[in-house]
């Protein structure tokens, strides 16, 4: 079974700093990885994905993830976090149930607090 | 403006009462889907649909029923609504061309059980 773990529920940083959020996956087959963002009161928007090809894959907001097959983690990073940031990040991975229905099996998501 | 539109928005619902979710694109995707959000649970999938006319089971399915009659709706029904069944609720639908590979969701609807 396909799952994703995002071992921080809350990740605290200072306005200017750079941000990680964490994700490790565990999928048969080739990953297929995005990252979403959720701001309060609003629906997911997407940032990122990685499908195959360079391990950096550059996104929206200027946020970007790392593709690492070996350590099978895609963890976010912003290199100058904003306190517009401040919001809830999901990672995300395609799963395949085997009806071919390719859904998207969610982390439990990562509060990001960007402290001006 | 091309996405997905969910309604309603927000909903107060008394416990065993009947409820329906609907959910329509505008994109053509062929494969839609219902998820749960629940404070540290992130997102369950419910119920999805690879095409018109076919529907599955996903994560938490009990207590809830989808059709799919067209490409467009995908509407999500809770036959006799229990508390445990307050969450916020979205559709979403994914494309599968190439670079273009990905999947939209809508804005979500909130709902309460009493």
New interface residues.
Partial sequence: AQSVAQPE?QVNVAEGNPLTVKCTYSVSGNP?L?W?VQYPN???Q?LL?Y?TGDNLVKGSYGFEAEFNKSQTSFHLKKPSALVSDSALY?CAVRAD?G???????????TKLSVIP | IAGITQAPTSQILAAGRRMTLRCTQDMRHN?M?W?RQDL??????IH?S?TAGTT?K?EVPDGYSVSRANTDDFPLTLASAVPSQTSVY?C?S?T?FG?F????????TRLTVV
Avoid: M, P
């Fill in positions: 529920d297929y995005f979403y609003r629906g997911l997407f994905k499908i999901f149930s009806a071919g229905s390719y859904q998207l099996t969610f982390g439990k998501g | 494969a889907y998820y540290g649970l992130g997102l369950r999938l999805y690879n599955g996903g979205f979403a994914r599968s670079e590979y990905g999947y939209t969701f809508g804005s979500g």
